[in-house]
């Protein structure tokens, strides 16, 4: 099976613009999570989507926002950028939505300027 | 409230010598707790979960409740073990939800 997919892999904004990552899990999987992985905050829990319904969400602002397809794709998106959203956003899949099979995607890097 | 803490945020051995990671965990429930492993260049893996109480790549992991402790050991470290190391928790009601604690670089020296 081919591995969950992320695009673009590297991004490049500027302070008050909007953005939207993807994701494509694997083929099966119902599951997507997002993750912002930062130097200073680590890796941090941000949504999670369950057969297009949000399922489970991290204590961020409304800026942070997301949603899944019927194909399980995900998208997350961020408006209004601010400095501090420069991060590898990483998503997960897994098939039930339990977090024992979860798979990692190679990250989104979003640089802020 | 969950939390995962992981003291040490560099760890250095030799090739052969044992290693330990530790994780120390808040929950007030029973948690799932897992390690991830990142090498470099890679996407995050998971490398195990205490529930299956498995033993991969050489590394096992008890879940210790009265400490509240998920620590991950290998007897004889490897040169190609050298990576970055996650411990996770998730709990009852949290889905798919993963929180991880800040990450342990291990490397090995030769």
């Known amino acids: 099976k081919a591995g969950v997919t992320q695009t673009p892999r590297y991004l490049i904004k500027t302070r008050g613009q909007q953005v939207t990552l993807s994701c494509s899990p694997i083929?099966?999987?119902?599951?997507v999570s997002w993750y912002q992985q930062t130097p200073g905050q680590g890796l941090q829990f941000l949504f999670e989507?369950?057969?297009?319904?949000?399922?489970n969400k991290g204590n961020f602002p409304g800026r942070f926002s997301g949603r899944q397809f019927s194909n399980s794709r995900s998208e997350m998106n961020v408006s209004t950028l601010e400095l501090g959203d420069s991060a590898l956003y990483l998503c997960a899949s897994s098939a039930g939505g339990e977090p024992r099979g979860q798979y990692f995607g190679p990250g989104t890097r979003l640089t802020v300027t | 409230a969950q939390r995962v803490t992981q003291p040490e945020k560099l760890l250095s051995v030799f090739k052969g010598a044992p290693v330990e990671l530790k994780c120390n965990y808040s929950y007030s429930g029973s948690p799932e707790l897992f390690w991830y492993v990142q090498y470099s260049r890679q996407r995050l893996q998971l490398l195990l979960r205490?529930?299956s109480r498995e033993s991969i790549k050489g590394f096992t992991a008890d879940l210790n409740k009265g400490e509240t402790s998920f620590h991950l050991k290998k007897p004889f470290a490897q040169e190609e073990d050298s990576a970055m190391y996650y411990c996770a928790l998730s709990g009852q009601t949290s889905g798919s939800r993963l929180t991880f604690g800040e990450g342990t670089q291990l490397t090995v020296n030769p």
């Open positions: 989507y369950f057969s297009e319904t949000q399922r």
């Open positions: 083929s099966g999987h119902r599951s």
């Open positions: 205490h529930i």
